[in-house]
């Protein structure tokens, strides 16, 4: 029981009750227990739900309490003291409407002849609180589909006290049900394989910047399962190692595939030697390297005689010239060697035998050499076509496990990449749009400036998202005919800028090579290209840009080529160099991208990208793209963008399942003139379209039915209905080509052309 301090005898103490109830930082209500009106309000409180306090006097406080919420009504009409909780949070409505958490604590006032006429309340806001625990939510359910998905884990393990943490994906990869009990150090090494303990262990020693990788075998109810881990060492101030953290993957399948894949090539190892034949290979340059089994058993040479070039020495002396005469021929070709020649065999006598060898490229470049040699020396043709065969299918398997890690890998880290910048595009839509509104307002100076500053890093991070597309292949590409000597000088300035003073420029282009592909990506490739180059050469030197046709199996392509006088590379580099986020440059110098978006730019073009390097020799980097097509030609030019085109009225559905980009997306269609019906997804859709919709923008990616199913539906009721459909990436070859599509993220002016052209029926 507090007294009621309005009426109070002490005129000290109810002063200072009035100096906090107009100066506090929370909100502070008096209201009538018996009517529930408000006898008064602090500013504060009035400014929560958007009222002047003088506004809120004489109201009830049902008008502000959550329909929803009844323990919050409860606790505003208590009338006794255990009805009026010290803290409690509940739900308040503006008097917009708009929800309002906050958090009370309430109090009962007696008179003085003991009866309880009035409460007060004390206010918190949590709203922003709240907002910020759902997005939390929202991230750590994105995470956990997104690692349910891999077929993947999170795991830490505290060093000191050799605690584990696991994830619940985890739980499910070692088949343990979600409500098992976390196990310990021990009991989780009685999972793991026996003869991978080791391999299993986190290494404290020995490892770059603290990241390892291992794979190793755990114990399932069906047998063992192949796990891959990626691991991080965190280190405690004295840099000593404080915890391990990293993310388990399912390798079990890429495993089995690869024991299948080694099973086939020892299948064929044994054919070859059933049929008394030589399976050997060679570097690319004809080196033999390593241990040669099946050559030393033939010829009785030694590892030490046979390696590198010596196991020329077993073959016949009037043979020597011819059999390296027809190899170089062929290591200059890249094509089979096929020859027959004498072969010193152990014994010390010479025989006849037919040797066919193809070469395993990897990477565009020639990996080694597999060959067979028969002996032929009773029948010297029995048998050659059957063996070359045997030959021919030990190398294309070679070449087919070497292409499927590859594809693999690039695959792998494609969708991870093109689902992530997915994700950014979404998140950065409302950020863009909202920062391009409040900059179309006049804000005061300083407030100009900060806009002004978070719109460029907004639209740099929109370039890195759409480096991370171009990389994983779901880049939306406006492919036309493209002049390179137009394109090429029309960058000229900006090449010359970014280079700098100190390197000369040297563009070699003839204006009648004409390429199909996206301009506005081939500008970013080459200047991407141009600034790895200035990097390479540290500040001077020459960079040429040229261009010349070429054919090959038979297609068109032309072939530009940036060339610099820089460091280059080693061929490790080489091999990484395309790699998303992989640099080698010093950290806050590049993101590790330029190349992958420049890979994926020409993959998606229907071309490649060529590196060639060596260390001293500068770096070439030979983009192919393919040759215009008969018939294609320059899009047209776009809207001036000095004046954005405007809406008369027209009413437009607004459809997107993510409330921020769909506010964003709703307020810029207003600024520009339109009447906005916002539908939250698609089932919200159906049920406000009517005749009097002028047209439909629409998100693709919505659960249940996606936009360009909706728009064929609400097409089938109006077929000329004009439709804009919004996207992140251009993955998607559900989309109807006849619909227009705008890119996510975008500025009001993007899309204000967009709509101006899908309701003018273009």
Request: with cysteine; glycine share 8%.
């Amino acid at each position: 029981m507090i007294a009621d301090l309005g009426a109070t005898d002490e005129p000290m103490l109810a002063a200072d009750f009035r100096a906090l109830f107009g100066s506090a930082d929370l909100g502070i209500v008096r209201f009538d227990t018996s009517t529930h009106r408000i006898l008064a309000a602090n500013t504060f409180f009035g400014d929560l739900l958007g009222y002047a306090p003088a506004d809120l006097t004489g109201m009830t406080t049902d008008a502000l309490i959550h329909p929803d919420d009844a323990v919050t009504r409860q606790v505003f009409h208590a009338t006794q003291v255990d009805d009026c909780p010290s803290d409690h949070e509940g739900r308040l409505l503006t008097k917009n409407g708009d929800v309002v958490w906050v958090r009370i604590a309430a109090a009962l006032v007696h008179d003085a002849d003991g009866v309880a006429r009035r409460s007060i309340a004390l206010i918190r806001d949590l709203t922003a609180r709240k907002a910020i625990a759902a997005r939390a939510a929202d991230d750590r359910e994105r995470t956990h589909l997104a690692l349910e998905a891999a077929h993947a884990g999170a795991w830490e393990f505290r060093i000191a006290d050799r605690k584990l943490i696991w994830s619940p994906e985890l739980f499910a990869l070692y088949d343990l049900p979600d409500d098992a009990p976390m196990p310990g150090y021990a009991e989780w090494r009685t999972f793991v394989h026996p003869d991978d303990a080791r391999a299993a262990e986190p290494p404290m020693a020995g490892i770059v910047d603290d990241a390892y990788s291992t794979e190793f075998r755990i114990r399932v109810a069906d047998g063992w399962r192949w796990l891959g881990s990626r691991a991080r060492i965190l280190r405690d101030g004295d840099g000593e190692p404080a915890r391990v953290v990293g993310i388990n993957i399912d390798l079990s399948e890429p495993r089995a595939a690869v024991d299948a894949m080694t099973a086939a090539v020892s299948r064929f190892r044994a054919a070859v030697e059933a049929m008394q034949g030589v399976l050997w290979t060679n570097s690319s340059e004809g080196e033999m390297i390593g241990e040669q089994a099946g050559w030393g058993a033939l010829t009785g040479q030694t590892q030490a005689e046979y390696q590198g070039f010596g196991w020329a020495a077993a073959v016949h002396p009037d043979d020597a010239a011819p059999t390296i005469a027809a190899w170089n021929a062929a290591v200059a070709a890249r094509g089979p060697f096929v020859f027959e020649h004498r072969i010193r065999v152990a014994n010390g006598s010479y025989r006849w035998f037919a040797v066919r060898a193809l070469p395993v490229v990897a990477d565009g470049a020639v990996r080694e050499w597999v060959g067979v040699h028969t002996d032929v020396d009773d029948a010297r043709t029995a048998g050659a076509a059957l063996q070359a065969r045997v030959a021919e299918a030990v190398a294309a398997r070679e070449i087919a496990l070497a292409q499927l890690h590859e594809a693999q890998k690039l695959e792998t880290i494609g969708q991870l990449t093109g689902g992530v910048a997915h994700d950014f595009n979404n998140l950065l839509t409302p950020i863009i749009g909202s920062l391009d509104l409040l900059a179309r307002r006049a804000p005061e100076p300083r407030a100009a400036k900060l806009i002004d500053g978070a719109l460029t890093a907004a639209e740099r991070a929109k370039t890195l998202v759409q480096r991370l597309l171009a990389f994983s292949r779901r880049q939306s590409l406006e492919s036309r005919a493209v002049d390179l000597a137009a394109l090429i000088a029309g960058v000229d300035d900006l090449l010359t800028r970014s280079l700098g003073p100190g390197i000369d420029l040297v563009v070699e282009v003839d204006a009648a090579l004409v390429a199909e592909v996206d301009p506005a990506q081939l500008e970013l490739a080459v200047l991407n290209l141009a600034i790895n180059a200035r990097d390479a050469m540290t500040g001077n030197g020459t960079l040429t840009i040229s261009a010349v046709p070429t054919i090959e199996a038979g297609r068109g392509y032309v072939r530009l080529t940036v060339a610099d006088t820089g460091s280059g590379m080693d061929e490790e580099t080489r091999k990484r160099a395309i790699e998303p986020f992989f640099t080698t440059k010093p950290i806050g110098r590049g993101t590790g991208l330029g190349l992958s978006m420049v890979h994926g730019l020409a993959a998606q073009s229907g071309g490649r990208l060529d590196l060639e390097s060596a260390p001293g020799e500068g770096t070439r980097a030979h983009l192919w793209l393919p040759v215009a097509r008969p018939g294609s030609a320059d899009a047209p030019a776009g809207m001036p963008a000095a004046s954005l085109p405007r809406g008369g009225g027209q009413r437009l559905l607004v459809v997107d399942d993510e409330p921020l980009v769909r506010a964003a997306t709703a307020a810029m269609l207003a600024d520009l003139g339109y009447v906005v019906v916002e539908a939250d997804g698609p089932v919200d859709a159906r049920g406000l379209f009517d005749a009097a919709i002028d047209a439909v923008v629409t998100d693709y990616l919505m659960p249940g039915t996606d936009g360009a199913a909706l728009a064929a539906e609400f097409r089938r009721a109006r077929p000329a209905l004009p439709v804009l459909v919004v996207t992140g990436y251009a993955g998607v070859d559900a989309i109807d080509p006849a619909l227009a599509r705008l890119a996510k993220p975008f500025l009001q002016g993007d899309l204000a052309v967009a709509v101006a052209r899908v309701l003018a029926g273009n």
